[in-house]
């Protein structure tokens, strides 16, 4: 009980200490730097983003001893979900963070819930390490969870949103287990620390009350659907456009010449956004609130509202190719609510429809591209306030996904939780193999197997072999029953043996043996090289005893 009680603590220290951290984050780059960067002449705030750009590359790239630091950050949190030689280090977060307030800060189109779920992670990755008496085997992640889950609450100041994003985002279709209370616990205490240190309430899709009171009948569900059907259509595109921005960033290009010509791209895209809309609708998260109002307005065309679409989703690749740090997360909410509109624009139900389906799109872009639906429909509920879009969104939500296919925004998501069984069972087949080989030539009598190597070594089955020592097939005891024993002297092992066996090569898996294994009926497998010759042999015991050691040796 004891221990229970002091776990539980633990929690709520990660939830509080995640929302101090993310509150300082929040206070320095939206009211320090990126509302005094809005507020620049238009030609200064032009430039910003580039500058910025620049900034965070040469930081993250020279600032620790000169070892080039990634500008990952909620894929981190995911890629140490599933990887455990990945751990996350606290020593890099202040140059991710640092680097995520420069990018957003000044005006980049990504959000700072990549860093604050970096952060929250991190934290409880390092409280863990403190608190190993407290969390051994499987339960170190759970502070993991739980620090993502305490990052997207504060910086959304969403709690519910937290807990179910941290759970859903490491797989495309399932949700991690045995963190929910963690992640509840860290998610709360993250939220009040938040408030109480920030002291501000700027949520980024908020809308006011007159615009909630929003019912919804056939038409609206039909056109939630419409709204599902595209963003899911779209979030695939756009995650293909990811992959490709995450190739440049990671590539051997020169990184100076990247970040020079990312700088250029978004520079030109401020100044296009400047002149078509009169507003820097190409900085930052939602550039102050200016992009949300924008797009809401009636007032607007539909082809301007395209090219709004176009030049975020090339303002937030250019930003990632380039090496900015800052996370995806309002970028695929600002791009559902651009579409949203579009069919909003559309069908024209009315007025009422200009503000019901932005927020339906929000859901289905942001549910599809980080295979996340049931954080995306409280995201909107919580970030709006308005329950009457929970239905709707779940229509569009179930729409997107069906249509996105296997495609997501995160390259470490996995498909499914798989038990550990199944994940021993994906090893490769060197893992469980043995180099000493039972063989017997193909010209031997039937006497040398059996007295040699059967009642000597206790082995019931041998590799046959050529002069070569190529794989020819298997031999077993059972086979040589049925000669008579006065003929094995002059019967060989080639004429009784079972030749229709195809030999395990180096790439096959510990699951791929044992499907074979199965089929040919034998517990002695063979396993060649590239050229054809006998290089080691796998048997049932083999594998059980590798999964019982590997369980054993279990640290999570």
């Not at 002449?41 to 080039?68: E, F, H, K």
């Not at 455990?84 to 800060?105: E, F, K, M, N, Q």
Request: one cysteine or more.
């Amino acid at each position: 009980m004891r221990n229970r009680l002091l776990r539980f603590a633990t929690y709520v220290v990660v939830g509080a200490v995640t929302g101090f951290i993310v509150a300082v984050v929040a206070v320095l780059t939206e009211k320090v730097l990126l509302e005094r960067v809005l507020h620049l002449p238009p030609w200064q705030r032009m430039i910003a983003p580039a500058l910025g750009l620049w900034g965070a590359v040469l930081m993250l790239r020279w600032a620790d001893a000169g070892r080039r630091l990634s500008p990952s950050t909620s894929e981190e949190y995911i890629r140490a979900f599933h990887d455990r030689s990945h751990p996350l280090r606290y020593r890099d977060l202040p140059l991710r963070l640092t680097a995520g307030i420069v990018t957003v800060g000044t005006g980049g189109a990504v959000g700072l819930e990549g860093p604050s779920i970096y952060a929250g992670a991190t934290a409880g990755n390092a409280i863990q390490r403190l608190a190993r008496r407290l969390f051994r085997n499987r339960e170190g992640y759970a502070l993991l969870v739980a620090g993502a889950a305490a990052g997207v609450s504060a910086i959304f100041q969403a709690p519910a949103t937290g807990v179910l994003f941290a759970l859903e985002a490491p797989y495309r279709s399932d949700l991690g287990r045995r963190a929910l209370l963690p992640a509840l616990l860290s998610s709360a205490s993250s939220y009040v620390t938040y408030v109480l240190v920030a002291d501000f309430d700027d949520r980024p899709f908020e809308i006011g009350t007159e615009m909630v009171r929003v019912g919804f009948g056939r038409q609206e569900l039909l056109g939630a659907a419409v709204v599902g059907a595209l963003c899911g259509l779209a979030a695939a595109a756009f995650c293909r456009v990811l992959q490709a921005a995450k190739r440049i960033q990671a590539s051997q290009r020169p990184w100076w010449l990247v970040a020079l010509c990312g700088g250029g791209v978004l520079v030109g895209l401020a100044a296009l956004s400047e002149f078509l809309f009169d507003a820097p609708l190409s900085l930052g998260p939602t550039a102050e609130g200016q992009l949300v109002s924008w797009s809401l307005d009636p007032d607007q065309s539909l082809v301007l509202l395209g090219v709004l679409l176009a030049v975020r989703v090339l303002a937030t690749s250019t930003v990632l190719a380039a090496g900015g740090v800052g996370g995806v997360f309002i970028p695929l909410a600002v791009f559902g609510l651009i579409v949203g509109r579009l069919v909003g624009g559309w069908i024209e139900l009315g007025p009422e429809s200009l503000a019901f389906f932005p927020f339906i799109g929000v859901a289905a872009f942001l549910a599809a591209g980080y295979r996340t639906p049931l954080a995306a429909v409280m995201f909107v509920a919580e970030s709006t306030g308005a329950p009457a879009f929970v239905v709707p969104a779940l229509v569009a939500v179930a729409v997107s996904q069906v249509l996105i296919g296997n495609s997501s925004v995160s390259q470490y998501q996995r498909d499914s939780r798989t038990g550990h069984l199944e994940r021993r069972l994906e090893m490769p087949v060197n893992s469980a193999m043995s180099t000493d080989v039972p063989t017997v030539s193909i010209d031997a009598p039937l006497a040398d197997f059996v007295w040699g190597i059967a009642l000597r070594r206790k082995q019931l089955e041998a590799m046959v072999v050529g002069p070569a020592q190529e794989f020819l097939g298997v031999i077993r005891l059972s086979d040589c029953r049925e000669v008579d024993r006065n003929e094995w002297m002059s019967v060989t092992c080639g004429e009784v043996m079972t030749a229709n066996i195809e030999p395990a090569r180096p790439s096959w898996t510990l699951r791929e043996v044992t499907e074979a294994m199965a089929d040919a009926q034998i517990e002695l497998y063979p396993v060649v090289d590239s050229g054809g010759r006998i290089a080691g042999v796998v048997t049932e015991n083999a594998i059980v005893k590798l999964v019982d050691f590997l369980n054993e040796t279990q640290t999570r």
